[in-house]
């Protein structure tokens, strides 16, 4: 599809990766639905990105009816709904083992509830109004592109809750392609590495520093808008399907 025709829902849509693809598709003619917890900063981002463009819609991505209720007036707002990109997450750092004793099972939960269950929660809905769409020259009707990440592959100690979901991510996707391609609604991941995010840069300048001499190429965190670079190159180029797509200079996690 043309960026310009985008009519995109974003979940974590009002900072990090989230926002950086809401500002991609605005920049480029898009519409977009925002899908946060965050009022305040949801009223930030659509102030900045115009109100003509962007509306922020509280949601919680786990209430399977508010995710349905949400996705219908996303698409009464945008005139349409043709892209979903799952970006909301959390980390649920924390050793199975730790100090105080094993990891409270309802911390394992909450981390995979949100990043997986979440990211299907989110996806099924939009496609449910996805394959209702008009199918152009290449028989597509949409496109749905969830945020998985390289500790799906080698996740460190602290991240056994973490690389669960996001490895879950990446199991759905090819499944969830061949299904939904009947429909025309093609199906990515993107597995991103360590990117400049607010939680980062909350970090000490040590640990800032230290992280980037982990990548080999580019020697530097990742940035927001390359991310957004790739999802919007993604939502274009239509042979690209049931894929998980690393983008993380070349890094391999360490253990810790």
């Not at 991510?169 to 061949?178: I, K, N, S, Y």
Request: with cysteine; aromatic share 6%; glycine share 12%.
């Amino acid at each position: 599809m043309q960026l310009s025709d985008t009519r995109a829902l974003v979940t974590g849509g009002v900072s990090g990766l989230g926002f950086a693809v809401a500002k991609h598709l605005v920049a480029h003619g898009g519409k977009v639905a925002l899908f946060d917890v965050n009022d305040d900063k949801g009223a930030a981002a659509v102030a900045e990105l115009g109100a003509a463009h962007a509306r922020y819609f509280r949601t919680d991505v786990t209430d399977e009816a508010g995710v349905v209720a949400n996705v219908a007036a996303a698409r009464d707002f945008l005139g349409g709904l043709n892209a979903a990109i799952n970006c909301a997450g959390i980390l649920g750092a924390g050793r199975v083992l730790g100090k105080d004793g094993p990891m409270p099972l309802s911390q394992f939960q909450t981390t995979v509830m949100v990043n997986l269950v979440g990211s299907f929660n989110v996806a099924k809905a939009a496609a449910q109004l996805m394959q209702a769409n008009d199918a152009n020259a290449d028989g597509e009707r949409g496109v749905i592109v969830n945020t998985a990440s390289v500790a799906a592959y080698e996740g460190q100690i602290g991240q056994a809750a973490y690389s669960a979901s996001k490895g879950g991510v990446v199991g759905m996707t090819l499944p969830m392609a061949r299904e939904l391609s009947r429909f025309g609604i093609r199906v990515m991941t993107v597995a991103p590495g360590i990117f400049w995010t607010p939680m980062v840069d909350g970090m000490p300048e040590s640990v800032q520093q230290s992280l980037s001499a982990s990548i080999p190429f580019p020697s530097r965190l990742g940035r927001p808008e390359e991310f957004a670079d790739l999802v919007g190159y993604i939502l274009g180029n239509v042979y690209l399907n049931g894929e998980t797509i690393r983008l993380d200079g070349a890094t391999r996690l360490a253990p810790k």
